[in-house]
């Protein structure tokens, strides 16, 4: 069966795969699809699962329009703007281009993090004004959204929060500086801190030390925050050292750009929910009292679908009016 009216096709493109939704006018997702990018991740590559992506999204019927997500710097036009760690080649592809053609519909592209905030704006109904969003995933991303607009700065790079240094002359980070908040509090990092500490003889007595010990044991977040529920005390040293470095980003951002709502999100709060609560205590010993006024922490409440949700309602906005809109995004996210 037809659907009555073409749909909104969300689209979220990194090193790993290519995730893909289908948004009908009536707020329904329809279509779900993922495509693991080929193991040589050439920018051509990319592009060509993209396009299978597209393509099965379009088999009930064409698309309104079509927003996408991905990892760095994008200007306006959809053209990726910086390079890409794990795409190589991908600066210079011509991606809002390439998408329209694929979906014969308007596509926009915006960098992944802020389609995050996007969504989780849109997901407060309007109870947030200013969101800062902090997703915690392989590396740390962000965006805030005010009044229902992302901050773009130049090519979509605003609110890189991940690589706000955090410790001087600290840990080394895969962007070439040291002591950036992505080294203490990204999934890897948790893991890499925790196994670093285990072989120290004052952790002895941790469960979590103990197991990192056993060869062949690989420490990730997920473990950490496994022992951190059974009460684990090394657990506890490395989210207070997570939330401690989180915190200390987050309070520059506080006094940069006034948030009234800070969200933590993405992969490694799927088991570290107490972060939310660490951080907003911690937040208001790094920065001026007035910065913290009015700004209250939340979980953020789409999970790791956050992107690719944000990006099929980022796509639906430049098509319909406000009333609109706030009718399709309160059904799609479930308000
Ligand atoms: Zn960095």
Redesign the pocket.
């Known amino acids: 069966m037809k659907p009555e009216a073409p749909a909104y096709l969300g689209l979220d493109i990194g090193g790993q795969t290519v995730k893909g939704l289908r948004l009908e006018a009536d707020g329904r997702i329809s279509l779900r699809t993922v495509r693991p990018t080929p193991a040589s991740k050439s920018a051509a590559a990319v592009l060509d699962a993209a396009r299978e992506v597209v393509e099965e999204l379009l088999g009930p019927g064409p698309a309104a329009a079509l927003g996408a997500g991905t990892p760095g710097a994008v200007d306006a036009a959809g053209r990726i703007a910086g390079e890409a760690v794990n795409i190589p080649g991908w600066r210079g592809t011509e991606l809002g281009e390439a998408l329209a053609g694929f979906a014969r519909a308007p596509a926009r592209v915006r960098n992944d993090g802020n389609l995050a905030a996007y969504a989780e704006w849109a997901a407060r109904g309007g109870r947030a004004k200013a969101l800062l969003f902090v997703g915690l995933g392989t590396g740390i991303g962000g965006g805030f959204v005010e009044d229902g607009r992302i901050l773009p700065g130049i090519d979509d790079r605003a609110v890189e929060i991940?690589?706000l240094i955090v410790h001087y002359g600290g840990r080394p980070?895969?962007?070439g500086?040291s002591g950036?908040v992505?080294t203490y509090a990204s999934g890897p990092s948790i893991g890499k801190i925790a196994a670093e500490l285990a072989l120290k003889p004052e952790w002895g007595g941790s469960d979590l030390a103990q197991a990192l010990r056993s060869p062949g044991i690989r420490a990730d977040a997920r473990a950490v925050y496994k022992a951190f529920a059974k009460g684990d005390e090394l657990a506890r040293a490395v989210h207070r050292i997570a939330a401690e470095a989180l915190a200390r980003a987050i309070a520059s951002a506080l006094a940069l750009l006034a948030p009234d709502t800070v969200v933590l999100g993405g992969g490694v709060l799927a088991g570290a929910g107490a972060l939310v609560e660490e951080v907003a205590a911690l937040v208001p010993s790094y920065v001026y009292a007035t910065a913290c006024e009015g700004c209250r922490y939340e979980r953020a409440l789409l999970g790791p679908e956050a992107g690719l949700l944000g990006a099929a309602l980022y796509g639906a906005s430049f098509r319909l009016e406000r009333p609109g809109f706030l009718e399709l995004s309160r059904a799609a996210l479930g308000q």
């Open positions: 991940g690589h980070c895969a962007c500086r950036c992505e």
